[in-house]
């Protein structure tokens, strides 16, 4: 049984810092390519940041380049996503995503084969 599970989130002042963390089991996580999305509330899930199978390549949508930064420690089989300079509008559940395919496959939600229940970050003015 395949499991994802997010740590990490909570609350933060604007300008601060947060780790996320996933921590997968069931699966070979270096066989997966692994994103990070967010819902906002009343909004759709929207990708947030992706990562090779090799940690090699990466890719973010725009509003989070400079700030976060995507990471994998395979034989943890566990990711990250190390946020910072982080502003209200980063409030969202943020939810670990696993897929077979590229990293480019997984920004859309359609693309992705195994979900976590997500963590709630807040981020206040």
């Known amino acids: 049984q395949v499991q994802l599970v997010e740590s990490g989130g909570g609350l933060v002042q604007a300008g601060g810092s947060l780790r996320l963390s996933c921590a997968a089991s069931?699966?070979?996580?270096?066989?997966?390519?692994m994103a990070w999305f967010r819902q906002a509330p009343g909004k759709k899930r929207d990708f947030v940041a992706a990562?090779?199978?090799?940690?090699?390549?990466?890719l973010y949508t725009d509003s989070v380049k400079g700030r976060f930064i995507i990471s994998r420690d395979n034989a943890k089989n566990t990711v990250y996503l190390q946020m910072n300079s982080l502003k209200p509008e980063d409030t969202a559940v943020y939810f670990c995503?696993?897929?077979?395919?590229?990293?480019?496959?997984?920004?859309?939600?359609?693309?992705?084969?195994?979900w976590g229940r997500g963590t709630l970050v807040t981020v206040s003015s």
């Open positions: 990562v090779s199978w090799s940690g090699g390549r990466t």
């Open positions: 069931g699966l070979t996580a270096s066989n997966y390519a």
């Open positions: 995503a696993a897929d077979l395919g590229s990293i480019t496959d997984m920004t859309d939600e359609g693309g992705v084969l195994y």
